[in-house]
């Protein structure tokens, strides 16, 4: 696709995330997507701003969130490469421990960058950016799908918000992170679920029973049972070990964390 045939465009809310696929675009595109919706842009002299004043900005996030500014962000290209820069007061964050501060930017490699605002409200808004590189994309899924078994790796829905909760500071990116306590992910399900009332027993039975039937699956993940000689505090560090292994073959996502706001959830069932 030539560069002449792809304009900016919004992305509706209802967009894949684009951790999974990206429409056909020419290589030097950008896409970017928020709870609420995104916005596609060709490689040309173009600023793509961000934050919380809707109807201000080109990708809202963190609409109700006053600790969001209003405008947060750019994603600035010169013709040949996208630029974040931070105009908000709060940090965003990056993979690997990066943090770009207020009045700071940072070039954005070819591919997927999840990008993190953290409030001091304790809660995360995550905006996905996706560069096309060389060659361009034709909307085809990308690479970074789990190559195991998919049924070892398969979720039930109750199971998948218990993880997240969970996992809630691996997938903020924070620094050095444990599971959060069986007391915390009964609160955080309670506040978020409204077909059935959680105990950290009822929680902790799903984890485990996860770790199980992932350690005796046909492609086994190791270290997940107290019988592969795991030390103490085993319960944290077994769940440390399931973690890991769920995002790394993108069984759990950044995205994910939509699960932990209390208007994304059915009523009932």
Known sequence: METEDFGPQVLPASTPRLS??????????IFVLAAE???????????????RGKGEVHVAIGTHDPYVSRLHGLLSCDGR???LRNEGRLPVHLPDEIMVLSGHRLPLEPGYTPMFINTPANRSHLL????????????EELPSQPTQ??????????ERLVLVVLAQR????ERYPQPVSWKQVAEDLNRVCEYRVWTPKMAAHVVSAV??????GRARVPGLLREDGIGEPVGNVLNHNLIRALL????????DLRLLEEDTLPPGR
Request: charged fraction near 25%; proline fraction near 10%.
């Open 37 to 51: 919706g995104g916005y596609a842009a060709p490689p040309r002299r173009f600023a793509l701003r961000f934050g």
């Open 170 to 173: 691996y997938l903020r990116q």
């Open 20 to 29: 999974d696929a990206v429409p056909a675009a020419p290589a030097g595109s």
């Open 149 to 158: 078994d998919p049924e070892v790796y398969k979720l039930g829905e109750d």
């Open 248 to 255: 790394k073959n993108t069984t759990l996502l950044p995205a």
């Open 211 to 216: 770790r199980e039937r992932l350690a005796a």
């Open 81 to 83: 490469e996208w630029w």
């Open 128 to 139: 996905e950016a996706y560069v096309v590189g060389p060659g361009g994309r034709l909307g």
